[in-house]
């Protein structure tokens, strides 16, 4: 069995994050895709696919993602149900990401390209991020290394 989904699209608000009572972080934004053909009328559709993201990836998406910004996903479908206020059942399908590309540095820049997978770090964050190629080296005391 398979349920794996690749997308590449952009994005339609700024990513809503928001942490359970646990503390773990979860990101939540849309995804317009258009799809590959056209109508009679010669207009192409758009899908709107709603993406949820977990734990470290949900703060980096949430820190650097920005409304209109192209970027690469990859994840699985997930389909969960609830009961409305009204006694419905409403069914949610959804993109459960495991993996971020942020396809360009910004909305007016043509820089495109990808640094990385889960912990894709973008290329727009400037002097916020500490580990950006600034050219000098990076001090980091042995006890922080993992092996």
Not at 71 to 92: D, F, H, M, P, S
Not at 124 to 133: E, H
Request: aromatic share 8%.
């Amino acid at each position: 069995m398979m349920n794996r989904v690749i997308l590449i699209g952009r994005l339609t608000k700024d990513p809503e994050l928001r942490y359970t009572p646990a503390g773990v972080a979860v990101t939540q934004f849309t995804l317009a895709v258009d799809r590959p053909f056209q109508t009679q009328g010669g207009q192409r559709e758009t899908d709107f696919i709603p993406v949820v993201v977990w734990r470290q990836l949900a703060e980096t998406c949430a820190n650097y993602l920005r409304k209109g910004r192209l970027t690469a996903l990859e994840g699985r479908i997930q389909v969960r149900n609830y009961q409305n206020n009204e006694g419905k059942r409403v069914y949610v399908t959804e993109v459960i990401a495991d993996n971020v590309r942020f396809l360009e540095s910004n909305r007016n820049g043509g820089n495109s390209g990808s640094n990385g997978g889960s912990n894709n770090r973008g290329h727009d964050q400037g002097k916020n991020d500490p580990f950006s190629d600034d050219g000098k080296p990076i001090d980091i005391p042995d006890d922080d290394l993992p092996f």
